[in-house]
Protein backbone atom coordinates (compact mmCIF):
# COMPACT_ATOMS: atom_id res chain seq x y z
CA UNK A 1 0.00 0.00 0.00
CA UNK A 2 1.50 3.54 -1.27
CA UNK A 3 1.23 6.46 1.23
CA UNK A 4 -1.54 8.06 -0.97
CA UNK A 5 -3.43 4.94 -0.82
CA UNK A 6 -3.60 4.92 3.28
CA UNK A 7 -6.77 5.88 4.63
CA UNK A 8 -6.92 9.40 5.41
CA UNK A 9 -6.39 11.10 8.78
CA UNK A 10 -9.55 12.39 9.56
CA UNK A 11 -11.12 8.80 9.19
CA UNK A 12 -12.07 6.96 12.23
CA UNK A 13 -9.82 4.09 10.68
CA UNK A 14 -6.71 6.49 9.90
CA UNK A 15 -7.22 8.19 13.36
CA UNK A 16 -6.74 5.12 15.32
CA UNK A 17 -5.47 2.17 13.00
CA UNK A 18 -8.78 0.10 12.79
CA UNK A 19 -8.56 -3.07 11.18
CA UNK A 20 -11.75 -5.52 9.81
CA UNK A 21 -12.71 -8.37 12.57
CA UNK A 22 -15.81 -10.63 12.60
CA UNK A 23 -16.96 -9.94 16.16
CA UNK A 24 -18.78 -13.62 15.42
CA UNK A 25 -15.59 -15.75 15.81
CA UNK A 26 -14.37 -13.83 18.94
CA UNK A 27 -14.80 -15.26 22.47
CA UNK A 28 -15.07 -11.83 24.31
CA UNK A 29 -16.51 -9.21 21.67
CA UNK A 30 -14.88 -5.97 22.34
CA UNK A 31 -16.77 -3.12 20.62
CA UNK A 32 -14.65 -0.22 21.72
CA UNK A 33 -13.87 2.23 24.50
CA UNK A 34 -17.26 2.91 26.84
CA UNK A 35 -15.62 5.67 29.14
CA UNK A 36 -11.89 6.25 31.18
CA UNK A 37 -13.11 6.85 34.46
CA UNK A 38 -11.24 8.82 37.16
CA UNK A 39 -10.99 9.44 40.44
CA UNK A 40 -10.07 12.92 41.54
CA UNK A 41 -9.29 15.24 44.34
CA UNK A 42 -11.35 17.97 42.77
CA UNK A 43 -13.77 16.93 40.36
CA UNK A 44 -15.23 20.41 39.77
CA UNK A 45 -12.22 21.74 39.14
CA UNK A 46 -11.19 18.67 36.88
CA UNK A 47 -14.03 19.36 34.95
CA UNK A 48 -13.28 22.67 34.00
CA UNK A 49 -9.86 21.76 33.13
CA UNK A 50 -10.48 19.41 30.56
CA UNK A 51 -12.88 21.67 29.08
CA UNK A 52 -10.98 24.54 29.10
CA UNK A 53 -7.45 23.26 28.38
CA UNK A 54 -8.56 19.80 26.82
CA UNK A 55 -11.69 21.35 24.47
CA UNK A 56 -13.80 18.46 25.87
CA UNK A 57 -17.68 19.30 26.37
CA UNK A 58 -20.05 18.50 29.05
CA UNK A 59 -22.49 16.44 28.49
CA UNK A 60 -23.84 14.70 32.11
CA UNK A 61 -23.73 14.97 35.95
CA UNK A 62 -24.14 13.44 39.03
CA UNK A 63 -23.91 14.44 42.45
CA UNK A 64 -26.11 16.06 44.76
CA UNK A 65 -28.83 17.50 43.43
CA UNK A 66 -29.40 14.60 41.77
CA UNK A 67 -29.81 12.15 44.83
CA UNK A 68 -26.10 10.87 44.82
CA UNK A 69 -24.15 12.14 48.52
CA UNK A 70 -21.25 10.57 48.10
CA UNK A 71 -19.35 12.32 44.94
CA UNK A 72 -19.67 14.25 42.44
CA UNK A 73 -19.52 13.14 38.86
CA UNK A 74 -18.84 15.14 35.96
CA UNK A 75 -19.16 13.05 32.14
CA UNK A 76 -17.21 14.92 29.09
CA UNK A 77 -16.48 14.07 25.66
CA UNK A 78 -13.64 15.31 22.82
CA UNK A 79 -15.08 13.29 19.95
CA UNK A 80 -15.57 9.83 20.31
CA UNK A 81 -13.69 9.75 23.68
CA UNK A 82 -15.55 9.92 27.17
CA UNK A 83 -14.08 10.83 30.11
CA UNK A 84 -15.91 10.48 33.70
CA UNK A 85 -14.11 12.56 36.53
CA UNK A 86 -15.77 11.46 40.19
CA UNK A 87 -14.49 13.48 43.61
CA UNK A 88 -15.54 12.36 46.97
CA UNK A 89 -18.51 14.88 48.45
CA UNK A 90 -18.37 12.35 51.68
CA UNK A 91 -15.57 12.64 53.39
CA UNK A 92 -16.59 9.10 54.16
CA UNK A 93 -16.24 8.14 50.93
CA UNK A 94 -14.28 5.16 49.67
CA UNK A 95 -13.26 8.13 46.52
CA UNK A 96 -10.74 9.68 49.59
CA UNK A 97 -9.08 6.81 50.46
CA UNK A 98 -8.51 6.01 46.91
CA UNK A 99 -7.59 9.02 46.27
CA UNK A 100 -5.20 9.26 49.53
CA UNK A 101 -3.01 6.70 48.08
CA UNK A 102 -2.71 6.98 44.41
CA UNK A 103 -3.81 10.85 43.59
CA UNK A 104 -5.46 11.64 40.53
CA UNK A 105 -5.74 9.07 38.06
CA UNK A 106 -8.13 6.53 35.67
CA UNK A 107 -9.60 3.53 38.31
CA UNK A 108 -12.02 2.51 35.37
CA UNK A 109 -11.45 1.67 31.80
CA UNK A 110 -14.72 0.99 30.50
CA UNK A 111 -15.50 -0.97 27.59
CA UNK A 112 -18.71 -1.31 25.81
CA UNK A 113 -19.27 -5.48 24.54
CA UNK A 114 -21.86 -7.16 22.31
CA UNK A 115 -23.14 -9.89 24.54
CA UNK A 116 -22.00 -8.52 27.97
CA UNK A 117 -23.73 -12.62 29.99
CA UNK A 118 -21.37 -14.29 26.96
CA UNK A 119 -18.46 -12.20 28.32
CA UNK A 120 -18.46 -12.62 31.82
CA UNK A 121 -18.82 -16.53 31.60
CA UNK A 122 -16.12 -16.81 28.97
CA UNK A 123 -13.82 -14.57 31.59
CA UNK A 124 -15.13 -16.51 34.59
CA UNK A 125 -14.35 -19.81 33.09
CA UNK A 126 -10.59 -18.60 32.60
CA UNK A 127 -9.51 -16.93 35.52
CA UNK A 128 -10.78 -13.44 35.79
CA UNK A 129 -12.46 -11.93 39.01
CA UNK A 130 -15.63 -10.92 38.58
CA UNK A 131 -15.71 -7.37 40.63
CA UNK A 132 -19.16 -6.35 39.62
CA UNK A 133 -22.12 -9.71 38.09
CA UNK A 134 -23.70 -8.69 35.16
CA UNK A 135 -27.29 -6.43 36.09
CA UNK A 136 -29.47 -4.31 34.43
CA UNK A 137 -30.11 -0.69 35.70
CA UNK A 138 -32.92 1.15 34.19
CA UNK A 139 -34.26 4.71 34.27
CA UNK A 140 -36.58 6.48 31.65
CA UNK A 141 -33.91 6.31 28.50
CA UNK A 142 -34.40 2.19 28.89
CA UNK A 143 -31.89 -0.25 30.33
CA UNK A 144 -28.07 -0.63 30.57
CA UNK A 145 -26.31 -4.02 31.41
CA UNK A 146 -23.21 -3.46 33.19
CA UNK A 147 -20.53 -5.88 34.72
CA UNK A 148 -16.76 -5.51 35.94
CA UNK A 149 -13.59 -7.37 35.96
CA UNK A 150 -10.81 -6.88 37.96
CA UNK A 151 -6.87 -5.79 36.25
CA UNK A 152 -3.67 -4.79 37.53
CA UNK A 153 -3.35 -3.34 40.99
CA UNK A 154 -6.82 -1.43 41.89
CA UNK A 155 -8.01 -0.97 37.78
CA UNK A 156 -10.52 -2.35 36.57
CA UNK A 157 -13.30 -2.76 33.10
CA UNK A 158 -16.59 -1.81 33.41
CA UNK A 159 -18.15 -4.16 31.00
CA UNK A 160 -21.07 -2.32 29.65
CA UNK A 161 -24.20 -3.34 26.96
CA UNK A 162 -25.59 0.01 25.39
CA UNK A 163 -28.19 -1.62 23.05
CA UNK A 164 -31.36 -0.80 25.35
CA UNK A 165 -30.07 2.59 25.79
CA UNK A 166 -30.24 6.28 24.80
CA UNK A 167 -29.71 8.69 27.95
CA UNK A 168 -27.28 10.96 28.22
CA UNK A 169 -24.53 8.20 30.03
CA UNK A 170 -25.80 5.73 32.86
CA UNK A 171 -29.05 6.13 35.49
CA UNK A 172 -28.32 8.36 37.98
CA UNK A 173 -27.29 10.97 35.50
CA UNK A 174 -28.62 13.92 34.12
CA UNK A 175 -27.87 15.82 31.01
CA UNK A 176 -25.62 19.28 32.19
CA UNK A 177 -24.20 21.79 29.85
CA UNK A 178 -21.96 24.14 30.93
CA UNK A 179 -21.28 28.09 30.85
CA UNK A 180 -18.11 27.50 29.85
CA UNK A 181 -17.26 29.26 26.11
CA UNK A 182 -13.99 28.53 24.39
CA UNK A 183 -11.83 31.29 23.53
CA UNK A 184 -12.55 32.38 19.35
CA UNK A 185 -10.58 30.86 17.06
CA UNK A 186 -10.04 27.57 18.79
CA UNK A 187 -10.65 24.52 16.77
CA UNK A 188 -14.25 22.74 17.66
CA UNK A 189 -12.14 19.91 19.17
CA UNK A 190 -8.50 19.27 19.95
CA UNK A 191 -8.81 15.24 19.42
CA UNK A 192 -11.07 12.85 17.82
CA UNK A 193 -10.91 9.75 19.59
CA UNK A 194 -8.52 7.41 22.79
CA UNK A 195 -6.35 5.94 20.42
CA UNK A 196 -4.68 3.72 23.44
CA UNK A 197 -4.08 3.33 27.39
CA UNK A 198 -1.05 2.97 28.59
CA UNK A 199 -0.68 0.56 32.04
CA UNK A 200 2.44 0.31 34.33
CA UNK A 201 3.09 -2.46 36.39
CA UNK A 202 5.47 -4.41 39.00
CA UNK A 203 8.87 -5.49 37.64
CA UNK A 204 8.11 -9.47 36.29
CA UNK A 205 3.95 -9.32 36.24
CA UNK A 206 4.24 -7.42 32.67
CA UNK A 207 3.64 -10.59 30.95
CA UNK A 208 1.43 -12.12 33.65
CA UNK A 209 -1.32 -9.50 32.10
CA UNK A 210 -0.27 -9.83 28.71
CA UNK A 211 -1.46 -13.36 29.01
CA UNK A 212 -4.46 -11.91 31.17
CA UNK A 213 -5.42 -10.35 28.06
CA UNK A 214 -4.86 -12.87 25.48
CA UNK A 215 -6.46 -15.51 27.87
CA UNK A 216 -9.12 -13.74 29.83
CA UNK A 217 -10.40 -11.33 26.68
CA UNK A 218 -9.48 -12.78 23.31
CA UNK A 219 -6.50 -9.97 22.98
CA UNK A 220 -4.06 -10.49 20.60
CA UNK A 221 0.05 -9.29 20.64
CA UNK A 222 0.34 -6.02 18.29
CA UNK A 223 3.96 -5.15 19.93
CA UNK A 224 6.96 -5.98 21.84
CA UNK A 225 9.90 -3.46 22.87
CA UNK A 226 12.63 -4.94 25.22
CA UNK A 227 16.78 -4.67 25.31
CA UNK A 228 18.22 -1.46 23.11
CA UNK A 229 14.85 -0.82 21.39
CA UNK A 230 13.71 0.55 25.13
CA UNK A 231 16.71 1.44 27.18
CA UNK A 232 19.06 5.12 27.44
CA UNK A 233 22.10 5.11 29.06
CA UNK A 234 20.58 5.40 32.46
CA UNK A 235 16.99 3.42 32.94
CA UNK A 236 14.86 0.75 31.27
CA UNK A 237 11.97 -0.83 30.64
CA UNK A 238 9.98 -3.43 28.88
CA UNK A 239 7.03 -2.71 26.75
CA UNK A 240 3.77 -5.06 25.14
CA UNK A 241 1.11 -4.45 23.70
CA UNK A 242 -1.79 -6.33 23.12
CA UNK A 243 -5.08 -5.50 21.25
CA UNK A 244 -8.75 -6.63 20.68
CA UNK A 245 -10.10 -8.06 17.49
CA UNK A 246 -10.89 -4.50 15.30
CA UNK A 247 -7.66 -2.83 17.58
CA UNK A 248 -10.07 -0.54 18.58
CA UNK A 249 -9.03 -1.17 22.12
CA UNK A 250 -5.25 -1.09 22.20
CA UNK A 251 -2.98 -1.51 25.77
CA UNK A 252 0.23 -1.25 26.16
CA UNK A 253 1.79 -2.73 29.34
CA UNK A 254 4.88 -1.74 30.81
CA UNK A 255 7.32 -2.78 33.36
CA UNK A 256 10.55 -1.94 34.88
CA UNK A 257 13.77 -3.16 33.78
CA UNK A 258 17.41 -3.01 35.28
CA UNK A 259 19.46 0.29 34.51
CA UNK A 260 21.91 2.88 36.02
CA UNK A 261 19.08 4.70 37.73
CA UNK A 262 15.44 4.51 38.15
CA UNK A 263 13.35 4.52 35.14
CA UNK A 264 9.71 6.29 34.71
CA UNK A 265 8.27 3.08 35.17
CA UNK A 266 9.51 3.14 39.02
CA UNK A 267 8.95 6.61 39.53
CA UNK A 268 5.45 6.23 38.36
CA UNK A 269 5.04 2.92 40.82
CA UNK A 270 6.24 4.81 43.77
CA UNK A 271 4.12 7.91 43.49
CA UNK A 272 1.16 5.96 42.33
CA UNK A 273 2.10 3.36 44.93
CA UNK A 274 1.26 0.98 42.72
CA UNK A 275 0.10 -0.28 38.80
CA UNK A 276 -2.15 1.64 37.51
CA UNK A 277 -2.93 3.99 34.04
CA UNK A 278 0.56 5.97 32.80
CA UNK A 279 -0.37 7.76 29.93
CA UNK A 280 -3.40 8.14 27.46
CA UNK A 281 -2.94 8.68 23.81
CA UNK A 282 -5.52 10.44 21.91
CA UNK A 283 -5.98 10.46 18.45
CA UNK A 284 -6.12 13.65 16.82
CA UNK A 285 -6.29 14.19 12.72
CA UNK A 286 -4.28 17.95 13.08
CA UNK A 287 -1.41 18.01 15.41
CA UNK A 288 -0.18 21.06 14.71
CA UNK A 289 -3.44 23.12 15.59
CA UNK A 290 -3.86 20.78 18.18
CA UNK A 291 -0.51 21.41 19.91
CA UNK A 292 -0.93 25.53 19.61
CA UNK A 293 -4.55 25.53 21.02
CA UNK A 294 -3.32 23.40 24.03
CA UNK A 295 -0.07 25.54 24.87
CA UNK A 296 -2.61 28.30 24.50
CA UNK A 297 -4.05 27.49 27.15
CA UNK A 298 -1.27 26.69 29.08
CA UNK A 299 -0.65 22.58 28.50
CA UNK A 300 2.85 21.98 28.90
CA UNK A 301 4.48 19.38 26.69
CA UNK A 302 7.66 17.57 26.91
CA UNK A 303 10.84 19.18 25.23
CA UNK A 304 12.56 17.79 22.39
CA UNK A 305 16.10 18.95 21.42
CA UNK A 306 16.49 20.59 18.42
CA UNK A 307 19.30 17.38 17.35
CA UNK A 308 16.27 15.47 17.11
CA UNK A 309 15.37 17.39 13.80
CA UNK A 310 19.21 17.49 12.58
CA UNK A 311 19.63 13.78 13.22
CA UNK A 312 20.50 12.76 9.52
CA UNK A 313 19.75 9.02 10.10
CA UNK A 314 15.87 10.53 11.31
CA UNK A 315 15.72 12.57 8.06
CA UNK A 316 16.81 9.41 5.79
CA UNK A 317 14.42 7.31 7.85
CA UNK A 318 10.97 9.32 7.89
CA UNK A 319 10.76 10.50 4.11
CA UNK A 320 8.46 13.00 3.43
CA UNK A 321 5.59 13.98 5.76
CA UNK A 322 2.73 16.11 5.55
CA UNK A 323 4.15 19.33 7.39
CA UNK A 324 8.06 20.50 6.96
CA UNK A 325 9.79 18.94 9.53
CA UNK A 326 11.19 22.84 11.00
CA UNK A 327 6.99 23.22 11.41
CA UNK A 328 7.71 19.60 13.78
CA UNK A 329 10.83 21.21 15.23
CA UNK A 330 9.12 24.32 16.54
CA UNK A 331 6.54 22.25 18.29
CA UNK A 332 8.71 20.03 19.58
CA UNK A 333 6.48 17.30 17.52
CA UNK A 334 7.85 13.07 17.57
CA UNK A 335 7.62 11.60 13.77
CA UNK A 336 8.28 8.10 13.14
CA UNK A 337 7.61 6.05 10.03
CA UNK A 338 7.41 2.01 9.49
CA UNK A 339 6.01 -0.29 6.98
CA UNK A 340 2.63 0.91 6.62
CA UNK A 341 2.96 4.64 6.61
CA UNK A 342 4.06 7.29 9.33
CA UNK A 343 2.96 8.80 12.53
CA UNK A 344 3.37 12.30 14.37
CA UNK A 345 3.07 12.34 18.21
CA UNK A 346 3.82 14.61 21.35
CA UNK A 347 3.53 14.23 25.24
CA UNK A 348 2.57 16.17 27.81
CA UNK A 349 4.07 16.91 31.33
CA UNK A 350 1.94 14.90 33.92
CA UNK A 351 -1.01 16.73 34.08
CA UNK A 352 -1.40 16.28 38.15
CA UNK A 353 0.55 17.15 41.17
CA UNK A 354 2.02 13.89 41.45
CA UNK A 355 4.60 12.85 38.46
CA UNK A 356 1.90 9.92 37.12
CA UNK A 357 -0.96 10.42 34.42
CA UNK A 358 0.01 12.37 31.07
CA UNK A 359 -1.42 12.49 27.90
CA UNK A 360 0.23 11.83 24.30
CA UNK A 361 -1.15 13.10 21.37
CA UNK A 362 -1.01 11.07 18.29
CA UNK A 363 -1.76 11.48 14.26
CA UNK A 364 -1.64 8.35 12.77
CA UNK A 365 -0.93 8.56 8.38
CA UNK A 366 -1.18 4.67 8.11
CA UNK A 367 1.62 3.57 10.69
CA UNK A 368 0.04 1.37 13.39
CA UNK A 369 2.85 1.66 15.35
CA UNK A 370 3.38 3.39 18.65
CA UNK A 371 6.64 5.33 17.73
CA UNK A 372 9.37 2.87 18.23
CA UNK A 373 11.79 5.26 17.01
CA UNK A 374 11.36 7.96 18.97
CA UNK A 375 11.54 5.64 22.63
CA UNK A 376 14.99 6.84 23.07
CA UNK A 377 14.69 10.71 22.55
CA UNK A 378 11.11 10.09 24.73
CA UNK A 379 12.81 8.64 27.69
CA UNK A 380 15.68 11.29 27.65
CA UNK A 381 13.32 13.86 27.74
CA UNK A 382 11.42 12.15 30.75
CA UNK A 383 14.77 11.48 32.48
CA UNK A 384 15.43 15.59 32.40
CA UNK A 385 12.04 16.00 34.05
CA UNK A 386 12.46 13.20 36.67
CA UNK A 387 15.65 14.48 37.22
CA UNK A 388 14.76 17.83 37.47
CA UNK A 389 12.04 16.42 40.17
CA UNK A 390 14.87 14.65 42.25
CA UNK A 391 13.30 11.65 40.95
CA UNK A 392 16.22 9.97 38.53
Not at 21 to 30: E, G, L, Y
Not at 34 to 57: E, I
Not at 76 to 88: Q, Y
Not at 251 to 258: I, T
Request: with cysteine; charged share 25%.
Amino acid sequence: MTIEQLPSAGSPRGLVGLVDHDVRVDPFPVIGWDALVWVVGNATQTAHFLQSALGMTLEAYSGPETGNRDHKAFVLRGGAARFVVRGAVDPGSALVAHHDRHGDGVVDIALEVAELDRCVEWARAHGATILVEPHDESDEFGTVRLAALATYGETRHTLVDRSRYDGPYLPGYVARGSGYEPRAGRPARLFQAIDHVVGNVELGMMDRWVDFYHRVMGFTNMAEFVGDDIATEYSALMSKVVANGNQRVKFPLNEPAVGKKRSQIDEYLDFYRGPGVQHIALATGDILNSVDALRREGVEFLDTPDAYYSDPELRARIGHVRVPVEELRRRGILVDRDEDGYLLQIFTKPVGDRPTVFFELIERHGSSGFGKGNFKALFQAIEREQDARGNL
